[in-house]
Nanobody, 123 residues
């Protein structure tokens, strides 16, 4: 089993930046592709970004491409989401996901999920 713990959320002014972290623990955690999703109140959960287990391939939602960057440090079993040029529409609870299969991550069907971290962007 893989456990995921997100951190780094908070309140930020529009135009600002935040860096989210997702720490994975458990056996073979470094073999998993990982991704980020978000869910705003009253909205469906939406894909944000994903990264292959080795970090060589990344995918982004059109709404965040060019503003957000996903990366990982396998030595620390941690994936990051650098969020720049934030706007109020980015306000949501952000969740980390992990799975052995990258397409499965991108589809929102990842096997493991974290508890989430709240990001609030003020205008």
């Amino acid at each position: 089993q893989v456990q995921l713990v997100e951190s780094g959320g908070g309140l930020v002014q529009a135009g600002g930046s935040l860096r989210l972290s997702c720490a994975a623990s458990g056996r073979a955690a470094r073999n998993y592709a990982m991704g980020w999703f978000r869910q705003a109140p009253g909205q469906e959960r939406a894909f944000v970004a994903a990264i292959s287990w080795g970090g060589g391939r990344t995918w982004y939602a059109d709404s965040v491409k060019g503003r957000f960057t996903i990366s990982r440090d396998n030595a620390k079993n941690t994936v990051y989401l650098q969020m720049n040029s934030l706007n109020v529409e980015d306000t949501a609870a952000y969740y980390c996901a992990a799975d052995l299969d990258s397409p499965t991550i991108r589809s929102g069907k990842g096997r493991y999920w974290g508890q989430g971290t709240q990001v609030t962007v003020s205008s």
